[in-house]
């Protein structure tokens, strides 16, 4: 579920997708200049931490009509801090923000996790510079790192430009520290 925490009937609107409507999780997309700090968008976390939900925050860059200025990671951790026995998604693992993730040294052990959805396009076709980028997330965070695409956003829902992200994903990943996991789709530690 997702709601402006602005709204007056936020904490309530929350607490009833999670108790009536089956939600599963939270997600902010503080772009619409409200913070992840912001009181009531404590108060809805909160909610989601109440009844066990992860939270997962869009980080990074966005269209043209809102703003990436309360969208970055150093929000997105005290907000980890505040509640650490909840899950904190870090959505597209803050593009290219994800080495402030990787260059702290304060992140709260076990309750951050990355998807690389929307990373398809970051580096241009660079596919070394992307490769070394994932690497070095995977390497920083093993276990905590999952794939994504954020389609039809990234891929446009195009099936082969889709299975190329899939490929290009397996073929990084294969001799690191963590491996593919076909039937989560996602990358967990090696044993």
């Not at 990787?102 to 992140?107: A, F, L, P, T």
């Amino acid at each position: 579920c997702g709601v402006d925490p602005r709204r007056p009937n936020a904490r309530s609107l929350v607490d009833h997708a999670f108790k009536h409507q089956d939600a599963k999780g939270l997600k902010l997309h503080p772009t619409a200049s409200w913070t992840l700090l912001d009181p009531e968008c404590l108060a809805i976390v909160a909610v989601a931490a109440d009844n066990g939900a992860p939270v997962l925050a869009h980080l990074g860059k966005t269209v043209d009509v809102l703003s990436a200025r309360n969208a970055r990671p150093e929000d997105f951790i005290e907000l980890a801090r505040k509640f650490p026995s909840s899950q904190f998604i870090a959505g597209h693992s803050g593009f290219d923000l994800w080495k402030i993730f990787v260059e702290r040294q304060d992140i709260v052990p076990n309750n951050l996790f990355f998807d690389i959805s929307g990373w398809q396009e970051m580096y241009g076709g660079d596919s070394d510079a992307q490769a070394s980028a994932l690497v070095r997330l995977c390497e920083a965070f093993p276990g905590r790192v999952g794939f994504g695409t954020d389609a039809p956003f990234y891929g446009y829902n195009f099936p082969i430009i889709e299975k190329r992200w899939r490929e290009f994903i397996q073929r990084t990943m294969v001799g690191q520290p963590v491996e593919w996991d076909p039937v989560n789709s996602r990358l967990r530690q090696a044993h």
